[in-house]
């Protein structure tokens, strides 16, 4: 059974930094895609940045040049470093992979999020 689970959410001011992990365990045989997506209060979900592996990552305009995504193959894991936060950027961050499984089933898995606060 595949679980995606983030970490690194908190509470920042304008202008601060975080890093968000997103830690994919369980027994399946590849992860072909992973993204970040965020969802603030009242809104729809949004793609936030994508990391297909052995591609270049895709970024939304709103984060373009703050944020950058990157991989840990050998761990699993996808990050998220966020810099120069503002107050729009506050939302609940989830995780996506699309993942290969053992029967060479694939799907998409979500994480259940963690939530990101900028804030004065």
């Known amino acids: 059974q595949v679980q995606l689970v983030e970490s690194g959410g908190g509470s920042v001011q304008p202008g601060g930094s975080l890093r968000l992990s997103c830690v994919a365990s369980?027994?399946?045989?590849?992860?072909?895609?992973m993204a970040w997506y965020r969802q603030a209060p009242g809104k729809e979900r949004e793609l936030v940045a994508t990391?297909?592996?052995?591609?270049?990552?895709g970024y939304a305009d709103s984060v373009k040049g703050r944020f950058t995504v990157s991989r840990d193959n050998a761990k699993n894991t996808m990050y998220l470093q966020m810099n120069s936060l503002k107050s729009e950027d506050t939302a609940v961050y989830y995780c996506n992979a699309v993942i290969t499984d053992r029967t060479r089933d694939v799907r998409p898995y979500w994480g259940k999020g963690t939530l990101v606060t900028v804030s004065s």
């Open positions: 369980g027994s399946f045989a590849s992860i072909n895609f």
């Open positions: 990391s297909p592996g052995g591609r270049s990552s």
